[in-house]
């Protein structure tokens, strides 16, 4: 399965984006999906998950309230980003995992898309 990560790029803090990760497989329904960001200098950190079927979603403190993540009946999984700070800028994955469930593990996660920069500017 390969996943296509876009929707990165320069933004004020305040400001939003959103985020695509598109999906190679017909069989994507059956993967739950998650983003995860790396900034300069840390560790990869989770940020959002959704379940297979859509209806389970989970997010980082640091992002709640903020970050929605969804996904369509085709091969898709987004992230809208909205009160972008600066501390968002970061390296975004997507990644998939063959389990109908949300997790937060990296470990856990099957796949993973190449990454889109995410810079917020003060």
């Known amino acids: 399965v390969q996943l296509q990560a876009s929707g990165g790029g320069l933004v004020q803090a305040g400001g939003s984006l959103r985020l695509t990760c598109a999906a190679s497989?017909?069989?994507?329904?059956?993967?739950?999906m998650g983003w995860f960001r790396q900034a300069p200098g840390k560790e990869r950190e989770f940020v959002a998950a959704?379940?297979?079927?859509?209806?389970?979603v989970d997010y980082a403190d640091s992002v709640k309230g903020r970050f929605t993540i969804s996904r369509d009946n085709a091969r898709n999984t987004y992230l809208q980003m909205n009160s972008l700070k600066t501390e968002d800028t970061a390296v975004y994955y997507c990644?998939?995992?063959?389990?109908?469930?949300?997790?937060?593990?990296?470990?856990?996660?099957?796949?993973w898309g190449q990454g889109t920069l995410v810079t917020v500017s003060s």
């Open positions: 990644a998939g995992r063959a389990s109908p469930y949300v997790s937060r593990i990296i470990a856990e996660y099957d796949f």
């Open positions: 497989t017909r069989t994507f329904n059956v993967y739950s």
């Open positions: 959704i379940s297979r079927s859509g209806i389970s």
